[in-house]
């Protein structure tokens, strides 16, 4: 297909409207890389559906860009439509807010921004919102470190167009009951595994979620069943109930703490903890010198992120990473998932101003066009 | 297939060992028909995968004999195996106990006995393990009431080779809680419909189930969740929850009273109900005539039936009845579902010197064979 990728908001709508659920990235990835593949100063590298393309100009600095290609599955939210909201545009629709709005600008600005200030790496990836093992930034990390050399990252993730330090940990849990099948007119003769299961729902729903100041950002933690299943019919009692919990932690407290406090909770008799994701929360670390530099080149007031980002995995490699992106992450996975059509020019304004290179005798940096 | 229909405990794991699912009973009901319509003294009439076969001898009196061909879902549990425990023989598998051992005895003695003191109306049907409006014995109800012209009905759900009277009522209703979904990172933004359901959980948890007694034989009440069911992703707040309760209410409760008594206990805000079936209680009635004459017959002291049975249904009909059948009505749906073999024979042999013509002068009844 042919993609608009000079006109911001009709690129917009076209990545939006490629359906691209965890694991069929295939046609946006191919679509990405095709346009990337034709700019003459970027080395363009694939590994799965993942695409990493390089500046490599020489400058003394380099920093990575990043974005998730993928989407939550769809919820009758595609293809997208623009609404327009006391006198602005949003665009609604399934990855509107998480995260195609940052895809759009970072292929936008990949394919414009020939003499970045900073050799720049822009890393589109597949399969963020699965299974850690699946995430394509992970897979990249432990095949080709080398694509992720840098001082420094910006994951486009939505902010609604502010700086996000940090983000907050992810595990995600199974609980699970066992009890023994009778008819349900004898229910005395089995055991009832969802009657069970309801000790561990109780502990959830009085669960006071705490909501600490880390490096003076306020995080604020959350305790959710996520999913529940039990029964094989009306007139038999379960022997088996399943239930997903998911639990989101402030970076003040350690992947492993996290993960006992759990453990703990639901130390209840008769039901099996099985832990399936951890991931740890990163620190804001905003005080670092090349974060700093961001900062006061894209403007206004850092916040906290609540959500879980692979700004961790970036933290982890060593490279300090902020969250900054166009969308509004909390309707991020809802039905009616929707982006300030407007952030996607900030972004891209403020990013720009950032990049531009330097002008005059002195070496002081160019009016940005965020600041015009 | 060619049946051992005169060898009663080959013929009984034959016809278990033909699965016959609700709504899956066509092979059994197909091969039972053919047997059948070979017996010069039965008319036989078929009504989708139910089957009626009555005797036309000009009797005085006639009788039903009643039993359901389907079975709840397999749970490797076919094909059936035999078991010998504390010297006796059990057979063990899907429909072993609910109620292919009554079909087997039904089956054997329809086909043998060709002189009843009574005019015999063996009834075979479909559907009694799901909704109501499917059920096979209803369905003839409806179109073919003439069919089901008797004083007195057997129906042969396992009771242990006992004589159980009446029968407790049964209701299954679904409640529904609605949330509003969002990213579980920012659980406050949306609303979560697991943790609503909580409530009406510590409900059921917290009920105490009455043990009435009704005409001297004490029931059993219960309340059970047997189904659960909510949330499409780990990292996604859940807008919809639904539980499937499943009410078990003594013969002194009446049906509307005990719809009422659910609807006032789950009255909970933001959660709906929905009543998806109801089955009145049947009172013992054994003070009877008939079934006094029945009882005498087969011997043994009457007990309560905990399960909801079809004997409701002929009570409706205006037709008294009791349960008498081989199996342990313990193991119904449970996934070691079985039968001690010999019950076959006791119930065979109990009907046998029921159904045994008069003999001698004074018109007194011949020795039953259970009395031997």
Redesign the interface.
């Known amino acids: 297909m042919s993609l608009s990728i000079r006109e911001l908001h009709r690129f917009f709508a076209e990545i939006v409207d490629i359906e691209s659920v965890s694991g069929n990235e295939k046609q946006l990835a191919d679509t990405l890389e095709e346009a990337l593949r034709e700019v003459p100063w970027l080395q363009v590298d694939r590994l799965g559906n993942s695409i990493v393309a390089r500046t490599q100009l020489g400058r003394a600095r380099r920093v990575i860009i990043a974005g998730h290609l993928d989407t939550?599955?769809v919820?009758d939210n595609l293809p997208s439509r623009i609404e327009r909201r006391h006198g602005e545009d949003y665009l609604l629709g399934r990855g509107a807010a998480?995260m195609k709005g940052g895809v759009t600008v970072m292929a936008h600005l990949a394919t414009s921004l020939a003499e970045p200030r900073h050799d720049v790496t822009w890393v589109f990836y597949e399969c963020e919102?699965i299974e850690d093992s699946a995430n394509g930034l992970g897979i990249i990390a432990s095949q080709h470190p080398d694509w992720l050399d840098g001082e420094f990252a910006v994951l486009m993730e939505p902010t609604s167009a502010k700086v996000e330090g940090g983000c907050?940990g992810?595990m995600?849990f199974k609980l699970i009951s066992h009890g023994?099948?009778?008819?349900?007119?004898?229910?005395?003769?089995?055991h009832?595994a969802?009657?069970d299961?309801?000790v561990a729902?109780?502990k959830?729903?009085e669960f006071r979620p705490r909501r600490p100041e880390v490096e003076g950002l306020v995080f604020?933690e959350?305790l959710?069943?996520?999913?529940?299943?039990?029964?094989?019919?009306?007139?038999?009692?379960?022997?088996h109930?399943e239930?997903?919990v998911?639990y989101?932690f402030a970076p003040d407290v350690e992947a492993a703490d996290a993960e006992a406090s759990m453990r703990a909770l639901f130390d209840l008799p008769g039901i099996d903890f099985e832990l399936?994701?951890l991931s740890p929360a990163a620190r804001p670390g905003l005080e670092r010198e090349v974060a700093q530099e961001f900062c006061a080149a894209v403007g206004g007031e850092p916040g906290p992120k609540?959500?879980?980002t692979d700004v961790a995995r970036f933290a982890s490699l060593g490279v300090p990473a902020v969250n900054f992106g166009p969308g509004d992450?909390?309707t991020?996975?809802?039905?009616d998932e929707r982006c300030r059509v407007s952030e996607l020019d900030l972004c891209a304004d403020a990013l720009t101003a950032w990049l531009s290179p330097l002008e005059g005798a002195d070496g002081s940096p160019q009016t940005s066009q965020a600041e015009k």
């Open positions: 939550v599955p919820k998480d919102e907050q992810t995600r023994i099948a009778a008819h349900s007119a004898r229910g005395w003769l089995g009832n969802i009657h299961m309801t729902l109780d959830i729903r604020r959350g959710n069943a996520t999913t529940i299943k039990a029964g094989i019919a009306g007139n038999v009692i379960p022997d109930c239930l997903t998911n989101r399936q994701n609540y959500g879980w992450a909390g991020a996975h809802a039905d």
